[in-house]
């Protein structure tokens, strides 16, 4: 099986590890190549130009360190709002952790007492207003950047297993969703399988849901997996499982980022 990660967090931001020690265990897992994805924003500021530099010269020295073992990428995690600049990266996620509510970042990616006063708060306590209004978000990625990924298109249901902020069965819900990745598609060419929420115990699938992976194969995105990695012990959580779902959702390749840019591999 061809393993690649190109979701990886590193110390430079919120993961656990030094860059070189995911390298490391990416190559003890047979990966090909990994891919890092620094936020380019985080607890409500944008990273300083000077700390993305120290990041992307470091995954330089990485790339030439380890060429002919492993092919190392140098990617972004960008959060939609930000306006770090993403036109010398390899690759570069697109992702919506937080809304903009007036003049405030309000975070949403939080745990879900955090949640339940995001919605109280700003919603009125409307649960099904909150993910309305993500979708609704999301849809306008493309108008911020050229991203070739969509960050786990669902985050907003991160909790829904344990608390029902709102019905993830209902109609409602599913339109919204629907409706941003009619949105986006043409636009942004590939969504993540993300296991990240659950290697930290969130979830037990992969995002985005089983509905939405069959709307964004209707609608032609291609599918990236990703492990959204915070601790390199996780770098390939679930990579098998999320295969063999996409398999059922009835995708016949998924993506992988080479030296000639993003290639379909059969599955
Ligand atoms: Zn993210
Ligand atoms: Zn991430």
């Known amino acids: 099986m ?13 993961g656990l590890d030094k860059p070189e020690e995911v390298v490391i265990a990416a190559c003890e897992k047979g990966f090909k190549s990994v891919g890092f994805s620094m936020h380019s924003f985080l607890r409500s500021c944008s990273v300083p130009s000077e700390k993305i530099e120290a990041y992307k010269n470091e995954i330089a020295v990485l790339r030439k360190k380890y060429a002919g073992t492993i092919d190392v990428y140098c990617g972004l995690e960008r959060e939609m709002r930000d306006n770090a600049e993403i ?26 007492e955090g949640v339940r006063k995001v919605i109280e708060q700003y919603f009125n306590g409307d649960g099904m207003e909150y ?9 306008q990625l493309p108008r911020y950047g050229n991203f070739d990924i969509i960050a786990h298109f669902d985050l907003i249901t991160k909790h829904c297993e344990r608390e029902a902020f709102f019905d993830l069965s209902s109609k409602e819900y599913q339109r919204f969703a629907v409706e941003a990745a009619e949105k986006l598609a043409g636009k942004i060419p590939y969504f993540e399988l993300n296991t990240g929420a659950m290697a930290r115990g969130y979830r037990t699938t992969p995002y985005p ?16 997996i990703s ?16 295969e063999m779902l996409l398999k059922k959702c009835g995708f016949k390749e998924r993506f992988v980022l080479t030296k000639n840019g993003f290639e379909g591999i059969e599955i």
């Open 227 to 242: 492990t959204d990695c915070h601790d390199k012990r996780n770098l390939d959580y679930g990579y098998e499982e999320a």
């Open 131 to 139: 993910a309305r209004a993500y979708y609704q978000d999301l849809a």
């Open 87 to 112: 036109s010398d990266f390899d690759y570069v996620i697109g992702a919506l952790h937080y809304f903009r509510i007036e003049e405030n970042f309000v975070d949403f990616d939080i745990d879900s």
């Open 2 to 14: 061809y393993k690649q990660n190109l979701h990886t967090h590193t110390k430079y931001c919120d």
């Open 209 to 224: 849901d089983i509905f939405l992976i069959k709307e964004l194969k209707r609608l032609g995105f291609g599918a990236v």
